[in-house]
């Protein structure tokens, strides 16, 4: 079982930035991948970004150039970068952690880009 909990959503005017940060309960080195999903009212849940055990990344197409996932084992966080926020990337942001089948989420942030 792995708890993740999100901080550091909110209010941002397009072209601002916001730092998002999923702090796991336990060790997240020995996990298959940590990563981060995005829901938009009336849409589905989507991949916005996520970092394997390798510390390989992946982009949604939408975020590449824009959002920087990144890890820090020491303190068993991961973290989303984004920059230039765009009005389209308001939804409610959610920590994914993989370990074999097993699929765990946050409570998720709530990131509303907006003037």
């Known amino acids: 079982q792995v708890q993740l909990v999100e901080t550091g959503g909110g209010l941002v005017r397009p072209g601002g930035s916001l730092r998002l940060s999923c702090a796991a309960s336990r060790r997240i080195s020995s996990l298959n991948s940590m990563g981060w999903y995005r829901q938009a009212p009336g849409k589905q849940r989507e991949l916005v970004a996520v970092v394997a055990r390798g510390s390989n990344t992946n982009y949604a197409d939408s975020v590449k150039g824009r959002f920087t996932i990144s890890r820090d084992n020491a303190k068993n966080t991961v973290y989303l970068q984004m920059n230039s926020l765009k009005p389209e990337d308001t939804a409610v942001y959610y920590c994914?952690?993989?370990?074999?089948?097993?699929?765990?989420w946050g409570q998720g942030t709530q990131v509303t880009v907006s003037s």
């Open positions: 994914n952690a993989r370990e074999y089948e097993f699929n765990y």
